[in-house]
Each structure stands twice: as structure tokens, then as C-alpha cells.
């Protein structure tokens, strides 16, 4: 008999989706500090049109960051929760002193692609699993996340 956890997973998926969402959320953490950072920092003729944009994605992650966590412990596992963890098991890199808004759009880009791909991960894994809550958040990420990256590669003129 399997040991299923308290939503009815297998219990030893339901640990891989949580580890897997543990990486998801640091790369959003780390996403979220570099759009803030954006955010305070532009500079240049598009500041009013970027520092808006910006504030629309940071509000955004945080939200999606809040969801993730709330989704691991659903899943009966422990969110991170360090900077110093974030940090370590972050694909996405730190960005310090950033001003430029071009330069700031293809961070965001680059974030964007990152975080895709680890939810598609996921969401084989979770598919596997018949974890339709965890399927769900997934392809709604992906779903709007594909489109923002598209107007955002319009923006930069590719």
C-alpha cells in the first residue's frame, strides 16, 4: 500500500513536487528582489512607462511567491524561507546596480525564461503525480508568463 499524503498524493511525489517548488521559489524571490531593484533604480527617457511596468511585475511575483509556498505546504512539505537558501538554489542571479531600462527589460526576459522551463518541470512531475492543483497553478504561470515575455520581447524591438 502506498503512504499517501493528507490531499490523497503519493507521498514520496508529493516530497519531489515540494522540493521542485522549493526551487521554483527561490528563483521568484531572487526574481522579485531584481524587479524591485529595477524598480528603484531606472533611470532614462522610458522611466515613467518602465517604473510602472515594473511595479506591475514585482506586485505580481510577490503574489505568485505567496501561492507557491501556500501550494508546498498543501503538499504537506516546508516552504523556504532564508535569503542566504534563495541565494544558493537560485538559477536566476542576483542583479545589483541596474539603471538601465533595456538592460533591466532583458533581465526580466532572461527571469522569465528560467522560470518557465522550472514550471514546466513541474509540470510533468506534477502531471505524473495527478496533481491537478499543482498542474493548475503551473499552466496558469506559464499561460500568462508566455504572453508577458512576448509583448516584453516586442518592447525590446526582437
Avoid at 531572487?30 to 524598480?39: D, I, K, L, S, W
Avoid at 511567491?65 to 541565494?87: M, V
Avoid at 503525480?129 to 504561470?141: F, K, P, R, V
Wanted: proline share 1%.
Amino acid at each position: 500500500m502506498k503512504q499517501l499524503s493528507v490531499i490523497g498524493l503519493d507521498q514520496k511525489k508529493a516530497e519531489q513536487l515540494g522540493d521542485k517548488l522549493n526551487e521554483l521559489l527561490s528563483n521568484y524571490q531572487v526574481f522579485y528582489m531584481n524587479v524591485r531593484g529595477f524598480h528603484w533604480n531606472i533611470k532614462g527617457e522610458r522611466f515613467f512607462e518602465l517604473h510602472a511596468k515594473f511595479e506591475e511585475t514585482y506586485d505580481d511575483l510577490l503574489l505568485k511567491i505567496d501561492e507557491i509556498a501556500e501550494r508546498i505546504l498543501t503538499l504537506g512539505q516546508r516552504p523556504q524561507h532564508a535569503y542566504s537558501t534563495y541565494i544558493k538554489n537560485s538559477e536566476i542571479e542576483e542583479v545589483k546596480d541596474v539603471h538601465d531600462g533595456r538592460a533591466c527589460v532583458a533581465n526580466i526576459l532572461d527571469s522569465y525564461q528560467t522560470t518557465i522551463r522550472l514550471q514546466r518541470e513541474i509540470l510533468e512531475i506534477s502531471d505524473e503525480a495527478g496533481d491537478e492543483g499543482t498542474n493548475a497553478l503551473m499552466s496558469d504561470y506559464i499561460k500568462e508568463q508566455e504572453k508577458t515575455a512576448w509583448m516584453l520581447t516586442s518592447y525590446m524591438g526582437n
